[in-house]
């Protein structure tokens, strides 16, 4: 079945850039939308943005200025990329598949294990 | 502050009925499907409930998803220890053309 892996630096200095890549197994990147949903200590989840595997982007408006996702199909992989972080930006972050073509109709129904990330110098 | 307002906590005996709510807008849950996810100690969120009352396969029919205007209601029957977990609900919001989620409640079997 379907797997998603997330992998990257799990300590972050303040103003740099947080690098995450995210590798699906067992299953096609192609003809789905993927996603970074992130959960501060303690906290709800909040969602980052997806992209399509041909390359669109949807952000969420708060992050929108700071946020860069992109796909790499011949590796099967997508990544997250958050500029200028801050120690509000510590939290676990997921990758998730959205299950259908239309975002707006599809749930969230393959999880990665998630990753820890801290913002600390 | 999540823009989908959920009690922090709940709880229950075994044995007994739980509901947690789901409080949105006419621009998130007022307009779209709601869904729920289970979220075990130290592990990724399950997908529990889609589009408002469905069910993936696996997930027992204890657990019902209901809606009704601009909330939300996720019903657990027949509690077990194992139902310990945080339940998180989620939406999509026109406004922000983008999921919007709950601040997730803490389900405590007593």
């Known amino acids: 079945q379907v797997q998603l892996q997330e992998s990257g630096p799990g300590l972050v200095k303040p103003s740099e850039t947080l690098s995450l890549t995210c590798t699906v197994s067992?299953?096609?990147?192609?003809?789905?939308?993927w996603s970074w949903i992130r959960q501060p200590p303690g906290k709800g989840l909040e969602f980052i943005g997806y992209i399509y595997y041909s390359g669109s982007t949807t952000y969420n408006p708060s992050l929108k200025s700071r946020v860069t996702i992109s796909v790499d199909t011949s590796k099967s992989q997508f990544s997250l990329r958050l500029s200028s972080v801050t120690a509000a930006d510590t939290a676990v972050y997921y990758c998730?598949?959205?299950?259908?073509?239309?975002?707006?109709?599809?749930?969230?129904?393959?999880w990665g294990q998630g990753t820890v990330v801290t913002i600390s110098s | 502050q999540s823009v989908l307002t959920q009690p922090p906590s709940a709880s229950g005996t075994p044995g007994q009925r739980v509901t947690i709510s789901c409080s949105g807008s006419s621009s998130n849950i007022g307009s779209n499907y709601v869904y729920w996810y289970q979220q075990l100690p130290g592990t990724a969120p399950k997908l529990l409930i889609y589009r408002n009352y469905q069910r993936p396969s696996g997930v027992p029919d204890r657990f019902s998803g209901s809606k009704s205007g601009t909330s939300a209601s996720l019903a657990i029957s027949g509690l077990r220890s194992e139902d310990e977990a945080d339940y998180h609900c989620?939406?999509?919001?026109?406004?922000?053309?983008?999921?919007?989620f709950g601040g997730g409640t803490k389900l405590t079997v007593l």
């Open positions: 067992g299953g096609s990147i192609s003809s789905f939308f």
């Open positions: 989620a939406t999509w919001d026109d406004s922000l053309s983008g999921w919007v």
């Open positions: 998730a598949r959205v299950e259908l073509g239309i975002p707006r109709t599809s749930a969230f129904d393959i």
